[in-house]
């Protein structure tokens, strides 16, 4: 049995501004979009496919950004504390004291960067099967931000790798549930995806094999995971994490299967 690092959630204090290891993670997940997408973008393949250049991925990221935070806080106002905020609504607001929703974020990504491309001319599947791919590597740093501080912690286990996490408040030995997450809903979807988006795919396959491959591995991932704690575990024995997750496999799914529309597939 092992005991969280209790590590300092403060990364540097210069004066009065102290910067956060959880803000680092955002700035790590921005930079890894953005250089993972410069990466694809100085390829003719992709610059063809989406009609951007590389000069224009500081706007994707930009709409893109506004997207994460602004879903992100919606989304968790909306799926998990919808009365408090509706009593409190003013705290809707204070994104600094914490509380965003992984589904929510996608859905403010996803209404983003519709918007980017209606405003600039470009073909939305396009874009998304670019973009998709380069998302992993964010949640990576996420779930790394949530060890680093010791939260969301897993559920009381006796493997061998189990963790104490004193913030939970007992000496419970628990699943490292944000390693778990780590791996999979960052490392792996991230290989997974950038090998199954070397090929041309019709659009919106790549976008519909990261909703569906994100969708099962969060669930599974779930199963280890401690249900919120104001919400517990709702309809049949799932979370709210969960129950979010399916219609985003159904969706995923209904990309993977339904025919090229118009014969659009990515050429060469």
Known sequence: MMIHPQFDPIALQLGPLAIRWYGLMYLVAFLAFYFAGRSRLSQPRWQASTGMQPRDLEDLLFYGAMGVVIGGRLGYVLFY???????????ALA?????????????????????????????????????APLVPLGLAAGRMGNFINGELWGRATDLPWA???????????????????????????FGFLWWYSSRPRAHGRVAGMFLAGYAVLRFL????REPDAFLGTLALG???????CLPMLAF???????????????RV
Do not use: N
């Open 238 to 244: 799932l979370t709210m994490g969960q129950l979010l």
């Open 95 to 131: 994104v600094w004291q914490g509380g965003m929703s992984f589904h929510g974020g996608l859905l403010g990504v996803i209404g983003a960067l519709w918007l980017y491309c209606r405003l600039r001319g470009r073909g939305f599947w396009p874009v998304m099967d670019f973009v």
């Open 163 to 189: 963790m104490v996490f004193p913030q939970a408040g007992d000496a419970v030995a628990r699943h490292p549930s944000q390693l778990y997450q780590f791996a999979g809903e960052g490392l792996l979807l």
């Open 252 to 266: 995923g799914l209904w990309l993977l299967a339904r025919p090229a529309p118009g014969g659009a597939v990515e």
């Open 81 to 91: 504390k919808p009365d408090y905020y509706l009593s409190h609504p003013l705290e």
């Open 221 to 224: 991932a779930e199963f280890a």
